[in-house]
């Protein structure tokens, strides 16, 4: 289950042709994210569904002036462990100048 400032990765980054009418930044596949809120929302197909907004994605605000969101299943959380795994790499990389 996601929650309010977990980190996820993109792992379905294709839109529908047109949407750039809507967003002015969308997720791109393998890309990590940092979920800034989750609420109900409704897709494209009218259907309910979960909807996140990112930290590190912002747009413009959708019917009923909030501020539109994407599907929370396009998103999967990132394990702590693959957190750390980055960290320890970044430590053994030698410094350059």
Same mark, same amino acid.
């Given at each position: 289950?996601? %929650?309010?400032? %977990?980190?996820?990765?993109?792992? +379905?980054? =294709? $839109?529908?042709? #047109?949407? &750039?009418?809507?967003? *002015?930044?969308?997720? =791109? &596949?393998?890309?990590?994210?940092?979920?800034? +809120?989750?609420?109900?929302? %409704? #897709? $494209?197909?009218? %259907?309910?569904?979960?909807?996140?907004?990112?930290? &590190?994605?912002?747009?413009?605000?959708?019917? #009923? #002036?909030?501020?539109?969101?994407?599907?929370?299943?396009? $998103?999967?959380?990132?394990?702590? +462990?693959? +957190? $750390?795994?980055? *960290? &320890?790499?970044?430590?053994?990389?030698?410094?350059? *100048?």
């Amino acid at each position: 289950m996601l %929650q309010q400032g %977990q980190k996820v990765a993109c792992i +379905d980054g =294709k $839109f529908p042709l #047109g949407i &750039e009418e809507y967003y *002015v930044a969308l997720p =791109k &596949e393998g890309e990590t994210y940092t979920i800034r +809120d989750i609420a109900p929302g %409704q #897709g $494209f197909n009218l %259907q309910p569904e979960v909807a996140v907004t990112l930290v &590190e994605l912002h747009n413009p605000l959708g019917k #009923g #002036g909030l501020e539109r969101s994407f599907n929370a299943e396009r $998103f999967a959380p990132l394990e702590e +462990d693959e +957190d $750390f795994q980055v *960290v &320890e790499e970044e430590m053994r990389e030698p410094a350059t *100048v």
